[in-house]
């Protein structure tokens, strides 16, 4: 039981890393795209804006694939979980999940589209209003 134990600790310590760098990625996104909004309205130069916007899509893929790997290694924790102690081998690969979900498709899960989605409206008022 002792090995079974330690390899969902390692599992959970895999999910609490894609959980923060999640966290810190959103925390990123707020402090380059805000400032880059901020010299685009005071210059009033679009150009800022569009750097701003294709940054904000880079984070919002890069938050995704975090959330596609911390699902995955959820998706790992489960069938460890359902393991003899026997079966135990410490392997740490991941599948694709069993619900059919790709990368692309967490992307746009519902956390990750209302913080993204709604930044990505903070633009477009924006440019709308420049």
């Known amino acids: 039981?002792?090995?079974?134990?330690?390899?969902?600790?390692?599992?959970?310590?895999?999910i609490n890393r894609m959980a923060n760098n999640s966290?810190?990625?959103?925390?990123?996104?707020?402090?380059?795209?805000?400032?880059?909004?901020?010299?685009?309205l005071k210059d009033l130069d679009c150009r800022y804006i569009m750097v701003s916007l294709s940054v904000l899509f880079f984070f919002w893929i890069l938050d995704g694939y975090y959330l596609y790997q911390e699902k995955l290694f959820r998706d790992l924790y489960e069938r460890i979980a359902k393991k003899k102690e026997n079966e135990i081998d410490f392997s740490m690969k991941t599948e694709r999940c069993e619900k059919g979900e790709s990368w692309f498709d967490c992307s746009l899960s519902s956390t990750l589209f209302v913080f993204y989605g709604g930044l990505v409206l903070v633009h477009i008022i924006i440019i709308l209003i420049l």
């Open 1 to 14: 039981m002792e090995a079974k134990l330690k390899h969902l600790e390692f599992i959970q310590t895999t």
């Open 23 to 40: 966290f810190l990625l959103k925390g990123w996104t707020i402090t380059v795209v805000g400032g880059l909004l901020a010299f685009g």
